[in-house]
């Protein structure tokens, strides 16, 4: 067992092997961060919850700075290198103006919002502008893709077209990237941006079958321009 996934599994999340749906994420992850690990890093993750996976990068990453954005306010997990912000990452208007106003590039951004198809995309696109060159964008619980169309999921509807071409996972695995949510423009912006897009699933009888019945998240490094 790696070092993040024994600090995810002390802290109950389930992007570890033992908590709730135990996705094992951070089998896949440490062999990105682990690089990382003692440097001044800035993280944003989208998704609090109870704040189990910013307890898990306070203690792996020891000097970074992490911020946690949520529909909700979870200032309760803040503390001297966690801060948290409300972010409803459904709203354009809402990332545009995160974008805007924050001073941060950020080293890593991971999503682990809302899990809906346009959400996850049109988030990738606006916050890889905060992202470093070289930088690490992490989209979590993909298998969501693999979902009925109109299943409710927090809140509202799966949006899964019959031939599933607008899903985050059909995106991921064509190349070039193509959002059916993003203009040709922008799509072409991000393609260039990502060349290294790494998907990786795992059966999990611990996810419902109507997701597949497996675990997927991705990894996408964005290039350096030097």
Same mark, same amino acid.
């Given at each position: 067992?790696?070092?993040?996934?024994?600090?995810?599994?002390?802290?109950?999340?389930?992007?570890?092997?033992?908590?709730?749906?135990?996705?094992?994420?951070?089998?896949?992850?440490?062999?990105?961060?682990?690089?990382?690990?003692?440097?001044?890093?800035?993280?944003?993750?989208?998704?609090?919850?109870?704040?189990?996976?910013?307890?898990?990068?306070?203690?792996?990453?020891?000097?970074?700075?992490?911020?946690? *954005?949520?529909?909700?306010?979870? /200032?309760?997990? #803040? @503390?001297?290198? &966690? =801060?948290?912000?409300?972010?409803?990452?459904?709203?354009?208007?809402?990332?545009?103006?995160?974008?805007?106003?924050?001073?941060?590039?950020?080293?890593?951004?991971?999503?682990?919002?809302?899990?809906?198809?346009?959400?996850?995309?049109?988030?990738?696109?606006?916050?890889?502008?905060?992202?470093?060159?070289?930088?690490?964008?992490?989209?979590?619980?993909?298998?969501?893709?693999?979902?009925?169309?109109?299943?409710?999921?927090?809140?509202?509807?799966?949006?899964?077209?019959?031939?599933?071409?607008?899903?985050?996972?059909?995106?991921?695995?064509?190349?070039? *990237?193509?959002?059916?949510?993003? /203009?040709?423009? #922008? @799509?072409?912006? &991000? =393609?260039?941006?990502?060349?290294?897009?790494?998907?990786?699933?795992?059966?999990?009888?611990?996810?419902?079958?109507?997701?597949?019945?497996?675990?997927?998240?991705?990894?996408?490094?964005?290039?350096?321009?030097?």
């Amino acid at each position: 067992m790696n070092e993040l996934t024994r600090l995810a599994n002390y802290h109950h999340s389930d992007k570890g092997t033992t908590a709730d749906s135990q996705h094992g994420f951070t089998q896949v992850y440490e062999q990105f961060f682990s690089d990382l690990k003692n440097e001044p890093i800035n993280i944003a993750e989208i998704g609090i919850y109870h704040g189990a996976s910013l307890r898990t990068y306070y203690d792996y990453f020891p000097k970074a700075s992490i911020l946690g *954005l949520d529909i909700l306010d979870k /200032s309760q997990h #803040q @503390n001297d290198r &966690i =801060a948290c912000r409300v972010l409803d990452q459904s709203d354009m208007q809402a990332l545009f103006d995160f974008i805007d106003e924050t001073e941060i590039m950020f080293d890593i951004i991971i999503d682990d919002g809302s899990h809906h198809m346009k959400d996850q995309q049109i988030s990738f696109y606006y916050l890889s502008k905060v992202l470093k060159d070289g930088g690490i964008y992490i989209m979590e619980d993909i298998h969501t893709s693999l979902g009925e169309n109109n299943a409710p999921l927090y809140g509202k509807n799966l949006e899964i077209w019959s031939d599933k071409t607008n899903t985050t996972l059909h995106y991921l695995t064509n190349k070039p *990237l193509k959002s059916v949510y993003l /203009s040709d423009a #922008q @799509n072409k912006e &991000i =393609a260039e941006q990502y060349e290294q897009v790494y998907v990786f699933e795992r059966i999990n009888d611990k996810v419902p079958a109507a997701f597949g019945g497996k675990s997927i998240t991705s990894v996408l490094i964005k290039k350096n321009k030097a």
